[in-house]
């Protein structure tokens, strides 16, 4: 095998080390089992699965104003009022309410 080749089945442990060797991007610890991160700011909801630009999970992160949603989908998560993010989408930064 190659350096950088990946075999499957993957060869891990822990899912969730599968998972990131799978994904864009790794999930931060307090939303690991959340696939859609809403910011309340900007009322943006992110999807962790496809996202790759990690720096703006960081910031969310650090801010302290990340959400997750029950049931953990899209369509619970444009129920609250938030809008899926894309690439080059940006929204003014509000202050939270809650």
Request: aromatic fraction near 10%; proline fraction near 6%.
């Amino acid at each position: 095998m190659r350096t950088g080749e990946v075999t499957w089945p993957p060869r891990c442990r822990a899912w969730a080390a599968c998972a990131a060797i799978f994904t864009g991007m790794h999930r931060p610890t307090r939303f690991e089992h959340t696939r859609f991160l809403g910011d309340k700011r900007t009322q943006l909801v992110y999807d962790l699965d496809t996202w790759d630009d990690s720096a703006v999970i960081d910031e969310i992160i650090t801010a302290e104003t990340g959400l997750c949603f029950g049931p953990d989908s899209l369509a619970e998560a444009r129920n609250r009022g938030y809008m899926l993010a894309a690439p080059g989408v940006r929204r003014r930064h509000r202050k939270p309410r809650a």
